[in-house]
Structures are given as structure tokens and as C-alpha cells.
């Protein structure tokens, strides 16, 4: 038991499930309402061979298991291991609740919810929007009431900043119905933006009614306008493949051609998901790495065309989302490369000075948190994000609210 987690006091667990791994976090409530994380983990190749890593928030290892062949270990007896072993670090202090981040909720959920099985079966129907996340976001969910069915959980949704966003920015040009049975833009990193909204009035008082353009960019990576701390507009649509070309997925392209791809190349459904989703972006236009450090350090002329290609849509996205709030008034970097690559930023930068932008080159390099110079039209701003954090600060909330 470790010192830091001495006192009692409330703990909310922060699960962020994926297909074969499945990420997790604990808060422990820290004076004055905060919430602070004080163990980081993963259970990875969840199916073929689980493996349990655990780090205390100074990132020291604090525990590592494997499973044998033969032993129980699908996922709820995962998740029944996870929660027993995070019980044994709580030291007193009372789990609330888990908070999930999930990918869909859909368009009626425009806020964190307690879930229930009449909510799950909704989510549940969310799945053909979303196959690719929300399957496995909800069988965390399953395999965690299964295995700890006295326990509240949470759903904290990709999609729910986004729904008080004008309609013009959610309709797609398509006949009505389909519109009415979905077919519409939802907008995802909605926990990542929500915290940055939170989080930049607190650097900067002046910007909180203000038209801000935040630049997620990870290996996921969307851009969304906020204006007076609600989201306005986002580059992600349907799904979370719209926008800005990403570590391995196309971005925005033309429908034309996936047209195309099914009718000259005989591709179907599974093919040309493949393709947008794992075979595009910084890896399909360099043939090298979906790492943006790895394109960085490269010579090859590729390398550098899927650099440039990516600044370039970020650069013009700003645009567009400047144009959705009729204005501009600070620019946000966030997530892996955005709070980590001055390059990538000093790059964007440069594209922009037509706005007024000019970037002050040793902040830049520090990472910020200012890295425009004093005469930049607009100030330019690096804020790490913090979705673990923001869904449990909702989770928490969701169960006060119940
Ligand atoms: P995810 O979307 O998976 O949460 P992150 O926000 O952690 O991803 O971002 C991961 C990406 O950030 C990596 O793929 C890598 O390309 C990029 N990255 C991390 N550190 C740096 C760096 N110092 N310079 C450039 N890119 C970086």
C-alpha cells in the first residue's frame, strides 16, 4: 500500500475499452472537489494471451500478470481481476463508480449517463454507427455488471459535446430519411475537447466567451470549433474516419472514390474499410510509419509529402472552422503530436500567417503553453488533454445527479 493512496475518501475507476485491450485508470478525490489519478493500466491481448500491467502515477511499475494457458480469462473474469486487485489498493477509501468511455451515443445523449439495461440495450443499438468501437465499449460494460453487478457504471460519450451543435453542422446533403434513421454528422473527441473548453478559460479568462479552433491530433486527430465553451462545429462526421488525415485512416475524401474502388477494383465493404481505416493517412501516403516522429526523422520524400499533406489540412480546416463561428480568437494544439511535435505546429503556424498567426519559436519549442509571439493576431495555445480525467469528473457527477 502506498502512502499516496493513505485517507479514505471516494475513488472512481476510468475504463477506456478497446477491441483486444482495454485501458483503465483510478481517481482518488483530492481536496476541494478535484480528482486526481493515482493508478495507471492496461490489459492487453484480451482474447489471445491477457496481460495485466499496472503504474502508479509517477509511472512506477506497480504490478504485472499474465494469464496461462487454460486459466479463465475472458472478460469478465479479466474485469473481476481488475476490480479485486484495484480494491486491494484503495486503502479504504470507496470505489463510486467505473466510467466508461464510449464511442456512440447517438443524438439523444448530450451528457454522461447511469447505466441501465434500458440504456444499454439504446447503446447496443448504436452499434451499426459505430462497429468498430462500440462493441467492445459495451462488453466491458457487460462483463463488468456480470462480474461486479452492485457496482454503478457510467457511460461517458465521444459524441455528446457535440450535440448542441446548429444543425448545419450536423446535416449531411443527403434525402431526409436516411438524416432521420441516423445518417448524420455526430462529431467524436468530444471528452478531449470538453476538457480543453474547461481548461483554457482557466489559462486564459479572456477566451471564455471566445471563438476557439482546438487541433486534436493524435493518432486519431479532429479539429473542432468552440465558441463560448460549447462545441460548434467538428471535422469528424459519421464516423471518426471524416476530416484530417490520421495515423492510418484517409480523412475527408471524396465519395467518388469509394464509388470507384467497388466498381473498377471489385472491393467490398471489409476491403475498403480496411483500406481507409488501416491502410491510409501518414502510413499510406509515406509507405513508411503512422508515427509522426518516425516521418519527422525521414528522409525520404514521402515521408515528408505525408508531413506537409497533414499541416496542410490542418491549416485549412482552421479555416473552414473559423468560418463556422464567423470568426477566430485563439488556436489550441492538443493530444500526442500536438502537445509534443513544435515542428508539426511550427508548420501549421507558418500556414496560417495569412490570419495573423505567428508563433514565438522557443515557446514553441517548450511546448508551450503561449507559443504565440505578443504581436500574433490571435493567440496560439499547447493544452495537454485529459479525457480520463473529464469522465471522472462525470461520473461522479452522473451519480450525485441519479
Ligand atoms: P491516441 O490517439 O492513440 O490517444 P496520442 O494522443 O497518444 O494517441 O498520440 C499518439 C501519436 O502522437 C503517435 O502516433 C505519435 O505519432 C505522436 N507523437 C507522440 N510524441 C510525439 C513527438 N514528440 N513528436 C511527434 N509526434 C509525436
Not at 287 to 313: I, K, Q, Y
Request: aromatic letters at 6%; proline letters at 6%.
Amino acid at each position: 500500500m502506498t502512502s499516496q493512496n493513505a485517507g479514505g475518501g471516494n475513488a472512481i475507476l476510468v475504463i477506456n475499452a478497446g477491441s483486444s485491450s482495454l485501458k483503465f485508470s483510478v481517481f482518488r478525490e483530492s481536496g476541494a472537489g478535484g480528482l486526481r489519478v493515482t493508478i495507471n493500466g492496461q490489459i492487453s491481448g484480451i482474447g489471445t494471451e491477457p496481460k495485466f500491467e499496472a503504474k502508479d502515477a509517477a509511472k512506477n511499475p506497480l504490478a504485472e500478470r499474465v494469464w496461462a494457458a487454460g486459466e479463465p480469462s475472458d472478460r469478465t473474469a479479466l474485469l473481476a481481476f481488475l476490480l479485486e486487485w484495484i480494491e486491494g489498493r484503495l486503502d479504504g477509501a470507496k470505489l463510486l463508480a467505473a466510467g466508461h468511455r464510449v464511442v456512440h451515443g447517438g443524438t439523444r445523449h448530450a451528457a454522461p449517463v447511469l447505466l441501465t439495461p434500458a440504456v444499454m440495450e439504446e447503446l447496443e443499438s448504436f452499434i451499426p454507427l459505430a462497429p468498430l468501437h462500440q462493441p467492445h465499449n459495451l462488453a466491458a460494460i457487460r462483463a463488468l455488471a456480470e462480474a461486479h453487478p452492485e457496482l454503478p457504471q457510467v457511460a461517458c460519450f465521444d459524441t455528446a459535446f457535440h450535440r448542441g451543435q446548429p444543425w448545419q453542422s450536423q446535416m449531411f446533403a443527403i434525402p431526409r430519411e436516411l438524416t432521420d434513421e441516423g445518417v448524420r454528422r455526430y462529431g467524436f473527441h468530444g471528452l478531449s475537447y470538453e476538457y480543453i473548453a474547461r481548461r483554457l478559460p482557466e489559462l486564459a479568462p479572456e477566451l471564455a466567451d471566445g471563438r476557439v479552433v482546438v487541433a486534436h491530433l493524435g493518432s486519431g486527430a479532429s479539429m473542432c470549433a468552440i465558441h463560448a465553451g460549447r462545441s460548434v462545429d467538428s471535422t469528424m462526421g459519421f464516423t471518426a474516419l471524416d476530416g484530417l488525415p490520421m495515423g492510418t485512416r484517409c480523412g475527408n475524401i471524396d465519395p467518388g472514390v469509394l464509388i470507384y474502388l467497388m466498381r473498377q477494383k471489385g472491393m467490398g465493404a471489409d476491403a475498403i474499410e480496411k483500406l481507409l481505416y488501416n491502410k491510409s493517412g501518414l502510413l499510406g501516403v509515406s509507405g513508411l510509419s503512422n508515427d509522426m516522429r518516425a516521418l519527422l526523422d525521414s528522409e525520404d520524400p514521402h515521408a515528408e509529402e505525408a508531413v506537409e499533406l497533414f499541416c496542410f489540412r490542418i491549416a485549412k480546416e482552421t479555416g473552414a472552422l473559423a468560418a463556422s463561428m464567423g470568426g477566430i480568437d485563439a488556436l489550441v494544439f492538443t493530444a500526442g503530436i500536438g502537445e509534443r511535435s513544435a515542428p508539426v505546429r511550427a508548420r501549421v503556424g507558418d500556414k496560417l500567417a495569412w490570419l495573423g498567426v505567428i508563433l514565438d519559436p522557443a515557446a514553441n519549442e517548450a511546448n508551450g503553453p503561449l507559443i504565440s509571439a505578443p504581436n500574433s493576431r490571435i493567440p496560439v495555445y499547447v493544452i495537454p488533454t485529459d479525457e480520463e480525467q473529464m469522465i471522472a469528473l462525470h461520473s461522479r457527477k452522473a451519480l450525485e445527479t441519479a
